[in-house]
């Protein structure tokens, strides 16, 4: 059963303040992947019982992200180029394997949506600029452009 989860580390580790942007459950739901802001943090719990399995920082803010279970793979919205593409992987050193950039053309930074498509092989991507785009994630180029705008 869910219960009430405290992101903030127990009292035997060093307190920090931290925004959680996002979380994505994983590994069958067996597990909990949670993204922080600022820290540039992703940390991993098993969900029975609640225990940190893994914590991995990356080089980038964390604006948003999207996981997509079957391909085990993660995008964040970076806050400075667009979007990285990582893989989760088993080795204790790496658990999360930067596989390439999306480049997207931003106005202000903002944080944006992106989602995985059904297949986790396109990334839909919001902009601030009033586009959407769809990426294809294996060749980094933009499949189709969506815009909202006067006269539409």
Not at 46 to 68: D, E, F, M
Not at 106 to 130: E, K, M, P, Y
């Amino acid at each position: 059963p869910l219960r009430y989860f405290i992101a903030d580390p127990v009292p035997d580790q060093p307190s920090h303040r931290a925004l959680a942007r996002s979380c994505h459950f994983f590994n069958n739901g067996k597990s909990l992947m949670v993204c922080f802001l600022d820290s540039k943090e992703v940390i991993a719990w098993n969900v029975s019982p609640w225990t940190r399995i893994w914590r991995y920082k990356l080089v980038t803010r964390i604006g948003s992200t999207a996981y997509h279970d079957t391909t085990q793979s993660l995008l964040v919205w970076n806050l400075h180029d667009g979007v990285d593409v990582y893989r989760m992987c088993d080795s204790p050193t790496e658990r999360l394997l930067h596989v390439r950039k999306l480049h997207i053309k931003t106005c202000d930074l903002r944080i944006c949506g992106i989602r995985f498509d059904v297949t986790g092989s396109a990334a839909i991507v919001g902009g601030d600029n009033g586009e959407v785009s769809i990426w294809n994630i294996e060749s980094a180029k933009p499949m189709q452009v969506l815009s909202h705008g006067k006269g539409m």
